[in-house]
């Protein structure tokens, strides 16, 4: 079972998505379907979400996400370029109006140079473009992906929000 | 965090796909994450396993998973012949050896006549074809879901400790 904020998150997110009529798709690196397993923990959840990929591999950032090689190559797994290439890739693939990406390193080992242990990337896509935070966790892999997952589902939470009041407000 | 029993058949998985190279994709409909996050919680994950899907919609188990859309339409997203359609395209799709698929109804709407509730299919695909189990759970969201997961990763142990020992002993 997730941790009861992530229920409330997930509540929240599914609340304004059917209201809205907003859909949502999940790219989850570090956090391995945390996301979505409590997103899905909700019943109700098939009324706006299209569905996630754990992209855990390189070849399933490419194959599945279509994230290019090259920004992989240039940038590394863990970087701000291959999470909003991970949410603009979920976003179209699974026909979402938003989508969320995390790719992090939960550690114990993974740490390259300058890039340590606990280091995250979360990415929202929308019609308006990319969201993108930058954390370092310094917990350990339980409680990095948990924190991965919370600040994920807060920044989707956050997009979704004002994306349904701008609809409902448009100026 | 994930059911006790869970992480135990995790770290099972993990020594045996470790030990004889095995790689692994899972295609997740109503456990909807919960069996990547397991997996993904034990350290040491990345070395076996590529990714997985989380098909909450039609559309997604067509166009991330290649499931025909005929399929679909003539046996219904939870039936035998999706998850097996599901396990087969998240085995090709994320270049595993073996790939664990979950479809069914995990309440507390969507029972349809002749599927109840609970109705639940498990598939295991490898390069010798596919494993099927079908259950009716008789719980309610959070414990169907749970025990879908625990069915699949069952499944997937004992196929993958099947493919570990005849490697190992060719006749």
Redesign the interface.
């Known amino acids: 079972?997730p941790?009861p904020d992530l229920r409330a998150l997930a509540e929240r997110l599914q609340e304004i998505c059917l209201a809205a009529g907003l859909t949502v798709a999940?790219a989850?690196s570090?956090?391995?379907?945390?996301?979505?397993?409590a997103?899905?923990?909700v019943?109700?959840?098939?009324g706006y979400?299209?569905?996630?990929?754990?992209?855990?591999?390189d070849?399933?950032k490419k194959?599945?996400l279509g994230v290019p090689a090259s920004v992989i190559g240039q940038h590394g797994a863990v970087s701000a370029q291959v999470a909003s290439a991970m949410a603009s890739g979920a976003r179209e693939?699974?026909?979402a109006d938003l989508a969320v990406a995390v790719t992090g390193i939960?550690?114990?080992?993974?740490a390259t140079v300058g890039k340590p242990v606990g280091l995250t990337y979360v990415a929202v896509a929308d019609a308006a473009g990319i969201d993108l935070r930058r954390f370092t966790w310094h917990g350990d892999?339980?409680s990095n992906?948990a924190a991965s997952a919370r600040a994920a589902l807060e920044l989707l939470v956050e997009r979704a929000a004002v994306i349904a009041g701008r609809d409902r407000d448009p100026r």
Chains 1, 2 share one sequence.
């Not at 019943?43 to 098939?46: Q, T």
């Not at 979400?49 to 591999?57: D, F, I, P, T």
């Not at 939960?106 to 993974?110: H, T």
């Open positions: 079972m941790e999940t989850e570090c956090t391995g379907g945390r996301i979505s397993d997103l899905t923990d019943a109700g959840a098939s979400l299209r569905g996630g990929v754990v992209a855990y591999s070849h399933a194959a599945v693939r699974l026909g939960a550690g114990p080992s993974g892999r339980g992906k």
